[in-house]
């Protein structure tokens, strides 16, 4: 059994690896698509949204229901994509540490 200063040791290091990966989602860039290409919203793998664009022809007064529905959607499609991107990064540092079964990171 290891003592409790090199489990301790492993410990800060996985905080420290945790943070990087953290700080590292905010720069994975993933695009939102609603409409077929009608709206695109691009968003970091952190959840922060970074661009909306919005096609010309939705921008007609009579169209506002279609654009709030479509603009819904591509925010969703955009979080749905940042979120598994997220998850990826994460199971990357989490594949080179052992843990016991069932436990999960972040902590």
Known sequence: MK?????????????DELTKAQANL????????????????KAS??????????????????????LEDLIAAALNDARAKADAAAQSEMSKLSSGIPLPPGFKLPF
């Open 3 to 15: 003592s409790i200063e090199d489990i301790m040791a492993m410990a800060q290091n996985v905080q």
């Open 26 to 41: 905010d720069g994975i860039e993933v695009e939102g698509v609603s409409g077929g290409g009608l709206i695109k919203v």
């Open 45 to 66: 793998a952190k959840g922060r949204i970074i661009g909306v664009d919005i096609d010309e022809s939705l921008l007609a007064p009579s169209e506002k229901q279609m």
